[in-house]
């Protein structure tokens, strides 16, 4: 039974309005009500005498934070289904849970891979900026903005989870010929109504394809997946879509093949913005060679309350004496996950 004492717990974010008030009508709830990201001094204070913190991706829950925290803290609870910003390992080893929110997020992700796929070779971006910028439209001409179409080009997918599936499913009705490289081969049942062609060689695929989609998590093995050397193997004049993470590629020989014309263009959600966005990114940007989304691809209010209630559900199960149904073991764990 669930202790009749609220547990106690820190929000590093604003969320939703509805999960805030679920959230404070089932624990005792600390909000951070400027909506900025805390330093590490400052989540370490907010946590005295509280059980549990509900942190993001913006929150880095590295060792040394790990080791400051209060000892009355159990419970990490990710707001998100990536997990980068936390070590995971350190958790483990100074007796912490981490839990995350997998799966809410799939097909709004989903959907705006499929809107930056059709972005690019449609130059959707540009034409809007063009009517924007010069207030006047001469009209219709046959040469004006054309584009590439999508039916019949190869798109390859890396990493076909959850995520990529529902692309590949998306990109199948708009005629596209799926690829894909993944870990492991995917069964009959899912390759079979996509037509889908598995590859266990990246790089062959990489020069087979137009476009190349990334939807795999950010782990030491897939740290610069898309490195240097394989954007330059890439097909000439093709396009790499990423609303994934910005570690999966190497961005500066990514805005060094687009700069020398080897490929098209990108599509991206996430980029390096640690010390702000790469100028030559922002600058093939506004000739429209690059388009750049700020990290939206999951940001639809029903994704947001999803993972809100998902928390909430980590949080009970854990305060209630129960496995969290999402929670998250480092590698050197894996074995022994009951």
Request: hydrophobic share 45%; proline share 5%.
């Amino acid at each position: 039974m669930m202790s009749s004492q609220k547990p106690n717990i820190l929000v590093t974010r604003r969320l939703p309005e509805t999960i805030e008030a679920r959230m404070a009508t089932l624990f005792e709830t600390h909000v951070n009500q400027d909506d900025v990201t805390l330093t590490s001094d400052d989540i370490v204070e907010g946590l005295e005498g509280k059980e549990v913190l509900v942190c993001s991706i913006t929150d880095q829950i590295d060792a040394d934070l790990i080791a400051r925290l209060p000892k009355s803290v159990r419970l990490i609870a990710q707001f998100g289904n990536g997990i980068d910003n936390i070590d995971v390992e350190a958790a483990w080893a100074a007796g912490l849970t981490v839990t995350n929110t997998p799966s809410v997020l799939t097909e709004d992700t989903a959907d705006m891979a499929m809107v930056l796929m059709l972005a690019l070779p449609r130059r959707l971006v540009e034409g809007t900026q063009m009517l924007l910028r010069d207030r006047v439209w001469p009209g219709w001409s046959p040469t004006s903005m054309l584009g590439h179409r999508l039916r019949g080009k190869n798109l390859g997918i890396v990493g076909m989870g959850r995520i990529g599936t529902a692309v590949a499913q998306r990109a199948k009705a708009f005629g596209l010929n799926i690829h894909y490289f993944s870990r492991n081969r995917r069964p009959p049942a899912i390759e079979t109504p996509l037509g889908a062609t598995y590859w266990d060689d990246l790089d062959a695929m990489l020069e087979a394809v137009d476009i190349v989609s990334l939807h795999t998590p950010h782990t030491r093995e897939t740290f610069h997946i898309l490195s240097a050397e394989r954007l330059q193997r890439m097909k000439a004049g093709s396009f790499v879509v990423n609303v994934s993470r910005p570690e999966l590629v190497d961005e500066a020989a990514l805005v060094d093949q687009i700069e020398a014309g080897h490929l098209s263009g990108a599509a991206l959600d996430v980029f390096e913005n640690r010390r702000g966005i790469n100028p030559r990114l922002l600058a093939l940007a506004d000739t429209s060679k690059v388009v750049l989304t700020a990290h939206m691809a999951s940001a639809t209010l029903e994704a947001r309350v999803e993972m809100g209630e998902t928390v909430i559900v980590n949080i009970r199960a854990f305060m209630d004496g129960h496995p969290p149904p999402h929670r998250v073991l480092p590698d050197s764990a894996h074995n022994l996950r009951t």
